[in-house]
């Protein structure tokens, strides 16, 4: 199997769009644990059975089931190139469960990658972030419109929307809860050797400059 990779950063950092950079360029697969989820969830896997009832229930889905889901994703044959985990782990405990994972398979973390970001500047970056209603492409009223004004670059669509947890309020909060809960895994990984940091308040095509050197140099 080829490079385990994960990005690291809070909500706003640009996870998804240089995720999907790394599938088009060197051929990962992004693995969403939400686009998991609900992929098992349709396929009716024991995983996504247990998945579904708590989410039925109005539960949060266990660190046991989501790795079950996990694992019976990179067992697919798919993946041999390597794989981007984006949104875990978000603990050091679920890093932990995702070591152990991975030993079973053969392998390991390659590269644990954090988007490093100034705070402030988050809150207007998020807050100015809408959707293609058709195809999920993502835009910014600032960094990254569309090329002609109201239709989607990528299928042409006309709608697009924005989350209503993308207020700025909201994304102050989501920033505190990050820093209290997901940053450690910085320190947890930096232990490990396998920590990699870049600054993500530049441009796209900057970051995506600097993963892409990242992931050539660990992957050699």
Known sequence: MGPVLILLGPPGAG???QARMLEDDFGLVQLSTGDLLRAAVAAGTAAGAQAKAVMDAGGLVSDDIVLAILRDRMAQPDIAKGV?????PRTEG???????????????VTAAISLEVDDAAMVGRISGRTTCAACGEGYHDEFKRPAVAGTCDKCGGTAFKRRADDKAETVRDRLVAYHA?????????DGRGVLQRIDAMGSIDDIQQALRAIVTQVTA
């Open 181 to 189: 809960q997901t940053a450690p895994l910085i320190s947890y990984y």
């Open 15 to 17: 996870k998804g769009t």
């Open 84 to 88: 981007v985990l984006d949104g875990f």
């Open 94 to 108: 679920q890093a932990a469960a995702l070591d152990a994972l991975l030993a079973e398979a053969g392998t390991r």
